[in-house]
């Protein structure tokens, strides 16, 4: 059974700085991508990043690339999200996601698992 668990979020000052990690059990990585998306009130999700070691690629959301970085601890089943120089439109209820092989673009949350609860993350304006 897939089982993924996030925490981290908070509340932070624009340029400010926050991890994000995601427990994830019942898969391995060399078997799944990984990723994370967000979902602001009002608003669709948005894929925000991805990993994929099958196929060797990530993806990141263009308003976050050069600001977020995603990473995988194999050891300990976890994946981060490093997320600096945080603006107040990346306030937002973010979610961990795996299931693919590959991280397809920026939909590439779709289909996927995701975790329960997400981890919110509120930069004031």
């Known amino acids: 059974e897939v ?46 990043a991805c990993i994929s070691w099958l196929y060797d690629n990530t993806f990141y959301l263009d308003s976050v690339a050069g600001r977020f970085s995603i ?16 603006r107040p439109e990346d306030t937002a209820r973010y979610y961990c996601a795996s299931g693919e092989d590959r991280c397809r673009g920026s939909y590439f949350y779709v289909g996927m698992e995701h975790g329960a609860s997400g981890t919110q993350v509120t930069v004031p304006s």
């Open 3 to 48: 089982q993924l668990v996030e925490s981290g979020g908070g509340l932070v000052r624009a340029g400010g700085s926050l991890r994000l990690s995601c427990r994830y059990s019942g898969f391995t990585f060399h078997e799944q991508a990984l990723g994370w998306f967000r979902q602001a009130p009002g608003k669709g999700p948005e894929g925000v």
């Open 71 to 86: 990473s995988v601890d194999e050891v300990r089943n976890m994946v981060h999200l490093e997320m600096n120089n945080l």
